[in-house]
């Protein structure tokens, strides 16, 4: 059977995240190469797809949430264009800009998949509200907002879309959480598989069970990727570093399982921030851990 071809949709938009640079995400990820590591492996690439902020949108200052008029105007853009090439038999790979573009992603996704798995790799877990959120940042609401716990609905962004449930949703990854959050995740549903667990049982059981519930009874599984995911050591170009995180063999080896499984429909990759990066390494690594998702292999 011939690979699926991929589009690639670039989202240089940063201002979900509180500090500027992940805009330039996409581009500095193209610079080095995944287009080609992509054609390497036997992919048909579609990489002219961009997403920009039209003019002229601005939000209020001072509301509480930042840039939430900016945030729904690139959430819906960038949902016609994930259901776009859904439609046209083609898999979605979007490249962040900051963790709140997941929101149209998801939007954009679940107007085609009834009932679809989300994995979420992460050292936090976006899931604060309007009402919790401590620093007003769009980009830590996210999840939230595809689950359906925020006055922003997914709905409301793409026509056809719907909320994901959260027992088709697992975090992996997760060290620094809000009080709020805490309690969100024991009371929710959804699977959190902290730092914690991967130092106990390791990554690959840890993979395997997320598949098993984002994947069982699903019609798709999505991926979003939020490279903050990584220790810093390997990944410093990113604008919430948290220590403690997966180390560089451990991330590649969940892309490598996840790839494997031939499950995932779609993914985002998000939060490369090339102003804070050491020598472009965020973005390289970036580069290489799709390529391990999309069967990139040591032998
Ligand atoms: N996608 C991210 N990097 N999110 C960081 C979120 C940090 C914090 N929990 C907040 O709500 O602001
Ligand atoms: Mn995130
Ligand atoms: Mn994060």
Redo the contacts with the bound molecule.
């Keep these: 059977m011939s690979q699926p071809s991929i589009s690639i949709i670039r989202v240089p938009f940063g201002l979900?995240?509180?500090r500027p640079g992940s805009e330039n995400g996409p581009d500095s990820i193209m610079k080095f190469g995944l287009a080609k590591k992509l054609a390497g492996l036997g992919y048909d690439v579609q990489a002219d797809s961009s997403i920009r902020l039209p003019d002229g949108i601005r939000s209020p200052a001072g509301a509480k949430m930042k840039h939430v008029q900016e945030v729904l105007a690139v959430s819906g853009l960038l949902g016609e264009a994930v259901s776009k090439a859904v439609a046209g038999g083609r898999v979605p790979l979007i490249l962040g800009g900051?963790?709140?573009i997941?929101i149209g992603s998801l939007a954009g996704l679940t107007r085609h998949y009834g009932k679809m798995g989300v994995i979420w790799v992460?050292?936090?877990?976006?899931?604060?509200t309007e009402s919790?959120?401590?620093?007003?940042?769009m980009?830590?609401?996210?999840l939230a907002v595809g689950l359906g716990l925020s006055h922003i609905k997914l709905k409301d962004i793409v026509e056809g879309a719907a909320s994901i449930q959260a027992e088709n949703c697992v975090i992996i990854g997760a060290r620094?959480?809000?009080r709020d959050?805490k309690e969100l995740i024991r009371s929710c549903g959804l699977t959190c598989f902290t730092m914690h667990e991967i130092d106990r049982v390791g990554i690959e059981k840890v993979v395997r069970e997320a598949l098993q519930i984002a994947g069982a009874g699903t019609d798709g599984v999505h991926l979003s990727f939020?490279v903050?995911s990584v220790d810093p050591i390997e990944a410093p170009g990113?604008?919430?570093p948290v220590r403690g995180g997966l180390s560089y063999r451990e991330a590649h080896l969940l892309l490598e399982l996840l790839s494997e499984s031939g499950r995932i429909t779609s993914a985002d990759f998000?939060?490369v921030n090339p102003l804070l990066d050491r020598n472009n390494q965020t973005s390289k690594l970036a580069v290489e851990l799709i390529g391990s998702l999309f069967g990139s292999r040591i032998l």
């Design positions: 979900g995240a509180g900051d963790h709140s997941a992460d050292a936090h877990s976006d899931l604060n919790t959120s401590p620093s007003g940042n980009h830590g609401i996210s620094d959480l809000d959050e939020d903050d990113t604008g919430t998000v939060e």
